[in-house]
């Protein structure tokens, strides 16, 4: 994957996109100091392209600047995170309604289809792959619901609270009990159960926050 991937973005925003699945998947842990020369290489991209993806992810809070030294990935503060985790069970329990209104068969055959891909990247993908396969479920989930806007903002929410993923998934043990918490909301999405959902999601979401943000 390249920093042009995506032609319909400026070069700096791909760029932007790469490092931030790499903070996020744990490939740079809390703490780590963002190189820009190291940056320039990884992503085949030019400095001020580099920069600019810098300076995007620093107002998203996923980086610091500090002047005179450079950008480093944020340390996440616990009290902040609670905070935002709570917002989001807010955000996407309220989602819930019109998620299984708008669960189709084909919908829900979708959403089967992405649990299974998350299990199969349990058994033989890497930490990356299984965060991508997971990031992939929750967007298919959530993206039934009929505000665009109620998605967006747990997306940004989301992206906040995620410099310690690779936290999440510390242990063999919690990375199943995050695979068989995606069949079950696939299993109340099947049966239009949508308070079993809403308890499944708030669950989903608050349970990792002992060792780090969940997703």
């Not at 993206?143 to 109620?150: A, D, R, T, V």
């Amino acid at each position: 994957m390249t920093a042009t991937d995506s032609p319909l973005k400026k070069p700096w925003m791909n760029v932007a996109d790469l490092i931030a699945r790499d903070v996020r998947s744990g490939s740079f842990a809390p703490g780590t100091w963002l190189k820009q020369i190291d940056l320039e290489h990884r992503y085949g991209s030019g400095r001020s392209d580099i920069r600019r993806a810098l300076d995007y992810l620093a107002q998203k809070r996923l980086v610091q600047h500090v002047p005179n030294r450079g950008y480093h990935v944020v340390l996440p503060d616990s009290d902040q995170t609670a905070h935002i985790l709570e917002l989001r069970v807010i955000l996407e329990t309220a989602a819930v309604d019109s998620i299984v209104a708008n669960a189709t068969p084909a919908a829900v055959a979708r959403i089967q289809a992405l649990a299974r891909s998350f299990d199969e990247m349990i058994l033989h993908g890497t930490v990356l792959e299984q965060y991508e396969a997971n990031l992939a479920f929750h967007r298919e989930l959530l993206g039934l619901c009929s505000n665009p806007e109620l998605s967006s903002l747990v997306t940004d929410l989301r992206s906040r609270t995620s410099s310690a993923l690779a936290g999440q998934w510390s242990t063999r043990a919690r990375v199943e009990q995050s695979s068989r918490e995606h069949h079950a909301m696939v299993e109340a999405l099947d049966a239009r159960d949508a308070q079993r959902l809403r308890d499944l999601i708030a669950l989903h979401i608050r349970q990792p926050k002992h060792s780090a943000p969940g997703m």
